[in-house]
Structures are given as C-alpha cells and as structure tokens.
C-alpha cells in the first residue's frame, strides 16, 4: 500500500511539474494573454455601462445612486479621519503648553 | 505494530476525519485594538509577563489584501507570539475588510495617512519617538512609500518580500502590462478589486497548485502537526480581502506599469517618492523561490536607498512559506529581533 502511494507520489510530483511548466508558458502566451485582457475589459465596460443606465434611471426619480451613497459614506469617513487630525494636532499642543498653575 | 503500520492507520484516520476536524485557531497571541479608522485597526500585542526588553516599538505592515493574521498564525506558529517572546512591543496593522465606498480609497489615503497614525500611536510608546518599521509583500511596498516621504518616525525599515521594481518577466507583472487589460474599466465597473480576481491571478502562477496541495496533504496526513499547519495555512490563503478600487488603480498604473518607484515618477500626498530619500537602518529579505515576488523585483531597494546601515538576508523558499515555517521562526525572526535589537537607540 504504502510503497504504492509513494511510486504513484513520485510520477505525479514529475507530472506536476512538467505541467506546471507548460501551462505557465502556455499562459506568458500573448495569444492567450491578449484575448483574455480583452474579454475582461470588454465585460467590465459592459458591466459599467449597464450600470450607469441603471444609475440614470435611478437619478431621473429623485434617488441616489449606489455611487452618490458611496460617496457620501466615503466623505463621512474622511471627515472622521480628519477630525482625528485635528485631535491630534491638538494633543500636540497641548503638550508644548507650560503647566497650568 | 511497525512503524509504518502506524504511520499508515493515523493517515487514514486522519484522511477520513478530516471533514469533522476542528477549525484551526489562528491569530490568537493576546493583543488589543489601541485605535481604530474606517475599516482598518491597530492592534498591540499585550507583553510578555516579565515586559518589555527593548525600548523601540515594532509596527507590522501586512499586505492589503490579506489578513494580518498570516504574521500570527497559531499558537507555537506565530510570528507575533515569537517578537513578544523576545521582548518586543509589536503592533500590527489589520486592513480590516473594505465597503462598496471605499472603492475612493487611494495609496494616499492608505501609504501617508493610516500608515502616518500607526506609527505615530505606536511612536507614543518609544522613548525615541520613533517605531521600527516592517512590511510584508505589498505591505513592504507601502512602508517603503511612506518611509520615503515621511522618514520621522521610522527607526529602521525592515521589507519582508516587497516588491520595489516592476519590470521583472514575472506572470503577475506581464499580465498587468498587458496593453489590453483596461485597469480603469475594471475598477469602474467593480468598485474594489473583488479578492476572488486576485485569488485567481496568484492562481495562474501555478495552475497546478490545488492538485499538488491535495497529493501532499495526502502524502503528509499522518503527521497531525502537518496537518494542523496547513489548515491554518489554508484558511489564511483562503480569507482574503478585495482591493479598494481607487489605491489598485494606482498600483497598476503608478507602480506596475510606470515602474514608478525605480523611474521615480511615483508621489505619495504630492510628494515625490525618492527610495533615495530612505536613511535610516534597512534590512531587506528576499526569498529565492518567491514566484509573487521575485528577487529582481524586491533586491533594487538596497540599491536606491541612501541609508549607511543596510543588510540584505537572501534566504530560500517561498513567498509565505519562508516566512511563516517552523524554520522561519526558529532563524529568520530571532535575527530580525536581533537586528531591531542591535538599533534599539539612535
């Protein structure tokens, strides 16, 4: 049993790897690398567009979009960041005042 | 019963118990969150019962689209656990898991201004006011763009695999030079990076790997340490994070396309971002079978910097494995503790 495992072992590490190398090289490949950039990009592009009908529709009733919602999520913790600036401008201060008698 | 006779009934029962096997415990090493931004927190790693040893804080920087946890694993396996062994005052960062609005999240937001507070809490702990600096993989990039502009408080920098230079002939960096891949349609279109485009992108480095992964787990399953490590290994592998959009695409283009830390064409808040402008202590490791991050594109940081006291540890293995095996954690990170050691003052 065991001594079966390890020759089935040590023939797919050798296939493994052999495959491993062609299917990377297979990959680097330009005639594969190129169509498949293209196809994502085309489907990205679809995707956006759809969405911004979607999104113009939306807009054309009175409702925010899911970007006009992100976006004001987005602003509101920026505001959180900046406050904690001036906290810590603050701090800082603070620290340089002479002590209060 | 022979050995091998056993070696072969703890296999099998392992193999066929392996759907009931308890869920590895990772990231467990005591710590608490000291602050907390958005979606990302600070954690500081409470100290060993007889304290601190060395007068300089450790801020960890993981990559941004993993969990920090990889840099504590499990208990007896954790990196985090062996930093405060030594005596170390480690704080971590933890990216946390971005929103649909952070798709506005950039490197400016994420290099400058929460790496910028990290330290700067991490710094109210150090005598010095200054925190030594470490960065794994992408997290390295990150420390190396902000210790670049804002060197103040940065004590040394440390890079664990982090790639500085993007012209290699690596998959990853052909891919993203492809003329057809349009970043900017693909972040308009999905907001942040989803992690399963990342996840299949690391895959295409070895289209083999899940078939190899199970052959070994079967080779190796009557070894229940084995086993133990590679399920925390795999839940780690398997708990990514998606890429806020806005940072990604500067990334590619910035970074990737423009090879913009080399050619010296990347800023970080409008300020241009000079390797040369890094003075202070580096130790950079690079690992030989690193096919995410190859040598030629982590080894030109020691090149570009300024600074006087700098050390390369080039070290075989891999990407995580390098850093994260028993080996990793009986060598490599007692030398990184006793390099930090070595510059506890100025």
């Known amino acids: 049993m065991m001594m079966g495992w390890d020759a089935f072992k040590k023939s797919f590490d050798v296939w493994e790897d052999a495959t491993a190398k062609y299917l990377e090289s297979w990959l680097r490949s330009p005639l594969v690398l190129g169509p498949g950039g293209a196809m994502l990009t085309a ?15 939306w807009s054309t009733v009175g409702l925010p979009t ?4 992100e976006r004001s999520l987005h602003a509101l913790n920026q505001l959180q960041s900046r406050l904690m600036d001036l906290e810590e401008t603050l701090a800082d201060l603070r620290a340089q005042l002479p002590p209060q008698a | ?16 118990g392996m759907p009931a096997r308890p869920r590895p415990v990772v990231g467990a090493t005591p710590a608490d969150v000291v602050h907390r931004e958005n979606k990302w927190s600070l954690l500081r790693y409470r100290a060993r019962p007889e304290g601190l040893a060395h007068a300089t804080p450790v801020l960890l920087v993981p990559s941004l689209i993993n969990r920090h946890y990889v840099l504590d694993l499990q208990p007896g396996k954790s990196i985090a656990e062996v930093l405060v062994a030594r005596g170390h005052d480690v ?52 420390t190396v763009v902000h210790a670049a502009v804002r060197p103040e408080r940065v004590a040394s920098l440390t890079t664990l695999a982090a790639p500085v230079a993007f012209t290699d002939d690596g998959l990853l960096a052909t891919w993203t030079r492809l003329p057809q891949f349009d970043v900017g349609a693909l972040v308009d279109a999905l907001g942040n990076v989803p992690w399963q ?23 190796r399953a009557w070894d229940d340490e084995f086993l ?74 020691l090149e570009r910097v300024s600074s006087v006291d700098k050390e390369r540890l080039h070290l075989p293995g891999g990407h995580v494995g390098a850093v994260v095996s028993r080996k990793a954690l009986a060598t490599l990170w007692p030398k990184i503790s006793a390099w930090w050691a070595a510059r506890d003052a100025d």
């Not at chain 2, 019963?1 to 066929?16: F, G, V």
């Not at chain 2, 790496?115 to 702990?125: F, P, T």
């Not at chain 2, 806020?244 to 970074?255: D, F, S």
């Open chain 2, 228 to 301: 133990d490590g590679f399920f925390a290994l795999e839940t780690w592998g398997n708990d990514n994070v998606s890429f806020p959009g806005e940072a990604y695409r500067q990334y590619i283009e910035g970074l990737y396309r423009a090879d913009g830390l080399v050619r010296e064409t990347f800023a970080l808040s409008g300020h241009p971002v000079r390797m040369g402008n890094i003075a202070c202590p580096l130790l950079a490791v690079t690992f030989a079978h690193d096919t995410i991050v190859p040598e030629a594109s982590a080894a030109p940081l």
């Open chain 1, 66 to 69: 899911r970007r006009d919602q």
């Open chain 1, 43 to 57: 489907a990205m592009r679809t995707k956006s567009a759809v969405d911004g009908a979607v999104d113009t529709w």
């Open chain 2, 1 to 16: 019963m022979s050995a091998d006779a056993d070696k072969e009934r703890r296999r099998w029962r392992n193999l066929l």
């Open chain 2, 91 to 142: 704080f971590i960062i933890d990216w946390g898991t971005p929103g649909p609005e952070d798709r506005f999240v950039d490197f400016d937001t994420v290099a400058d201004r929460s790496i910028g507070r990290a330290l700067r809490v991490a710094a109210q702990h150090s005598r010095r006011g200054k925190v030594h600096l470490l960065g794994y993989c992408l997290g390295g990039t990150l």
């Open chain 2, 197 to 219: 485009i990342m996840q299949s992108a690391f895959q295409m480095l070895r289209p083999t790997l899940p078939l190899s992964k199970a052959a070994h787990v079967i080779d």
